[in-house]
């Protein structure tokens, strides 16, 4: 009879353990873009941490709070160091010594040779003179080779990005905006690949200017009305950016009210994959990375999971690049200390 109460007991204190353990929120994502990282160190720049000694970077930003890295990957792209790199073979690289330090993955494919974003979604070279069918068929076949690349290097990337930065649309002149249908096909192509080879990671939808509702709005809603398939919301909030270069106190409330709207009109999950601030102003980027870091946890049900910091190791004294978190000295900026 002991014995019975005992198994019982047992079986009762899993059975808590496992519902306690399905109500406990997944583990915030404190991420950084580090696509840059393979050309500054074949270039010879050398990462130092906070007490000036030489160190990996990926040390330095997981002493950082930095838990997960996101990859851009280009299709054919060059080896010029400001426009070249980011191929598979790279990407795979990078992602395999992420996981070395424990790091979660996200793979953000830009569909390009090259940048894509708002201004420029350039079509591969490779898939130009491809009639639609064609090219729906080159994206979910590169999609496929990529992640095939990653599994057979053991990296199961806990995200995946389907273009970057679309809100225009992506792969033009075919992806345009101003044929919704032809987007949502691409879309649904690159999501079919990606859970065809690696049905547990989630994908993610992209575009800018997380603080404006109205422009959110518009674009998941056509994607939403066309059947476009996808698991996360994916914001980019950049106050340098925006128009009149505000301070980020003009537009943070509203990023934040954003964020909340998108994710429960859409029962989505919903992070800042980018966000950036000006490298001359350390004090007033730690402070507005920490007030992104407070909007996204604020968001209800657990389902604000993280934000990504791009290129915080892109020194300006390399990269030419002004919103990194990374000093002319080689060393993390206090910045970076908001991710802590």
Not at 187 to 207: C, D, E, F, R, W
Not at 242 to 270: C, F, H, M, Q, W
């Amino acid at each position: 009879m002991k014995r019975k109460f005992l198994i019982a007991g047992i079986f009762a204190l899993l059975a808590l353990s496992f519902a306690q353990a399905k109500k406990r929120p997944a583990i915030f994502t404190k991420g950084a873009d580090i696509s840059w990282l393979p050309q500054m160190e074949a270039s010879g720049y050398k990462f130092l941490n906070n007490q000036g000694d030489q160190e990996d970077c990926f040390k330095i930003l997981k002493d950082h709070g930095i838990n997960a890295v996101r990859l851009r990957t280009w299709v054919n792209p060059n080896t010029d160091n400001g426009s070249g790199h980011c191929s598979k073979d790279e990407t795979v690289a990078m992602a395999v010594r992420a996981r070395k330090w424990g790091m979660r993955v996200m793979i953000d494919f830009h569909y390009s040779d090259s940048w894509a974003d708002p201004k420029q979604q350039v079509k591969p070279k490779a898939w130009e003179g491809l009639n639609f069918v064609q090219l729906q068929k080159a994206l979910y076949d590169y999609t496929v080779d990529v992640m095939m690349a990653l599994k057979t290097a053991g990296i199961t990337p806990e995200w995946v990005q389907v273009g970057n930065e679309i809100t225009n649309g992506m792969i033009h002149p075919e992806g345009r905006t101003d044929n919704w249908s032809q987007l949502v096909q691409l879309i649904n192509n690159g999501y079919n690949a990606v859970k065809s080879v690696s049905p547990t990671s989630k994908v993610i939808l992209h575009i800018d200017q997380g603080n404006n509702s109205e422009r959110s709005l518009w674009w998941f809603g056509n994607i939403t009305k066309y059947g476009a398939n996808y698991d996360i919301i994916g914001l980019s909030y950049y106050p340098y950016w925006l128009e009149g270069n505000p301070d980020y106190t003009v537009t943070i409330d509203a990023l934040g009210n954003n964020l909340k709207d998108l994710s429960e009109r859409y029962g989505k999950e919903i992070m800042v994959v980018e966000v950036g601030g000006e490298d001359t102003k350390i004090q007033n980027t730690y402070d507005m990375l920490t007030a992104v870091l407070k909007k996204v946890r604020e968001v209800p049900n657990n389902k604000g999971t993280g934000v990504f910091y791009w290129e915080p190791e892109g020194a300006n004294s390399w990269s030419h690049y002004g919103l990194s978190a990374w000093g002319n000295d080689g060393k993390p900026t206090k910045a970076l200390d908001a991710f802590k």
